[in-house]
């Protein structure tokens, strides 16, 4: 039995992935391993974690050593529940012996949020409460919002590039209708199963698929249309080491949150419905704190390497209350998920704070 180190509760059926499929194994998602419980990790001391057995499905020359799943965290600060559950995946294959070295969260630089906004004082409110959000939390954070009912932008590291795990999958699902709609035809049944299962369960086998169905001269083409020129397609069949940008995920969002050449409103209908159908144990992130009467689509990425500790991210789409607006959220150098989860969520509450009271 191979070995991987991890703090965690794994679940889901064994997935018979292809060799094609497998480097959907390593990202945050469903599909893989069978159900076993992993304590907390005791007597841990330093960086070294202890080692459970578990199945193992990656080819170590691609240098991921931690599983995309959710822990069982203990920070319960910002909306974050003690035992956090959700899904690692883990592909079928060899695997072998890995010490695995937990990167500690670093302590991140002043943040220098910016905000404009057409609407008096929002934007001074928005930069002081997303800064004092993010007074305190380690990792390095970067923040896109953008509100079209009162021309509002902040942004903090918008420029810099994440690993974008599972949140790439928006990407693929808007590659996959961008393309349809070249070729003047509709979804076939099984990609409407893919795509549903993609987004809404975080399915690694079905994004795996359709991300080989179309290859990377599409996905470049999309990017290409959607003028999403810092992301960059992961190489060899690695989706989820795309790499993204808060610039870029705003640009996405926007694209499918109103009218224009690139997607068509069926399009957009259809992927904000995926979108706002996200499994229960996947809406955290960005819809915290959100407004009742507000519709939200949210999408969300966890992955860990043995550089940068654990990335997590959310990109959402939120509508009601008089605002239209997107927030995106990456993180990565985090301790725990859910140390970036609570980041993401002190971010989001006070966003939608602001923005209802405006």
Same mark, same amino acid.
């Given at each position: 039995m191979p070995y991987l180190a991890v703090g965690c509760e794994i679940s889901k059926e064994s997935a018979k992935e292809s060799a094609?499929?497998?480097? =959907? #194994?390593?990202l945050g998602g469903s599909g893989g391993t069978r159900r076993s419980r992993c304590p907390e990790p005791h007597g841990s001391r330093g960086n070294i974690l202890t080692v459970y057995q578990v199945p193992f499905a990656y080819n170590l020359s691609r240098g991921l050593t931690s599983?995309?799943?959710?822990t069982h965290g203990r920070e319960k600060s910002r909306g974050v529940s003690r035992r956090v559950r959700a899904?690692?995946?883990?592909?079928?294959?060899?695997g072998v012996f890995i010490p695995v070295i937990a990167a500690g969260p670093a302590?991140?630089?002043?943040?220098?949020?910016?905000?404009? =906004? #057409?609407?008096?004082?929002?934007a001074d409110k928005l930069k002081k409460d997303i800064t004092a959000a993010l007074a305190n939390r380690k990792g390095t954070i970067a923040v896109g919002l953008y509100d079209r009912s009162t021309n509002t932008n902040c942004s903090l590291r918008a420029s810099s590039a994440y690993d974008s795990a599972s949140v790439v999958k928006v990407t693929v699902l808007a590659t996959l209708l961008w393309d349809a709609k070249k070729h003047n035809r509709y979804l076939t049944d099984r990609e409407a199963t893919l795509s549903k299962d993609m987004i809404t369960k975080s399915d690694n086998a079905a994004t795996s698929t359709l991300w080989k169905?179309?290859?990377?001269?599409?996905i470049k083409g999309f990017l290409a249309a959607a003028g999403m020129t810092q992301t960059k397609p992961g190489a060899n069949g690695y989706w989820g080491l795309t790499q993204i940008t808060v610039t870029d995920?705003?640009?996405l969002l926007?694209?499918?949150t109103a009218k224009n050449t690139v997607l068509s409103d069926n399009a957009r209908a259809y992927i904000l419905k995926l979108m706002g159908q996200v499994v229960s144990s996947q809406r955290w992130g960005t819809p915290y704190g959100v407004p009742s009467g507000v519709s939200v689509a949210v999408k969300n990425g966890w992955l860990s390497r043995s550089t940068h500790g654990w990335r997590v991210h959310s990109v959402g789409a939120f509508k009601g209350g008089g605002h239209?607006?997107?927030?995106?959220?990456?993180?990565?150098?985090?301790?725990?998920?859910?140390?970036?989860?609570?980041?993401?969520?002190?971010?989001?509450?006070?966003?939608?704070k602001d923005l209802a009271a405006s």
């Open positions: 094609e499929e497998r480097p =959907s #194994a390593h599983l995309g799943g959710m899904v690692v995946a883990a592909g079928v294959g060899a302590a991140a630089a002043a943040p220098t949020v910016s905000c404009t =906004s #057409a609407k008096a004082g929002l169905q179309l290859g990377l001269t599409k995920e705003q640009k926007k694209l499918i239209d607006y997107m927030i995106t959220v990456l993180t990565h150098d985090n301790s725990t998920m859910n140390y970036g989860i609570a980041t993401i969520q002190g971010v989001a509450k006070a966003i939608h």
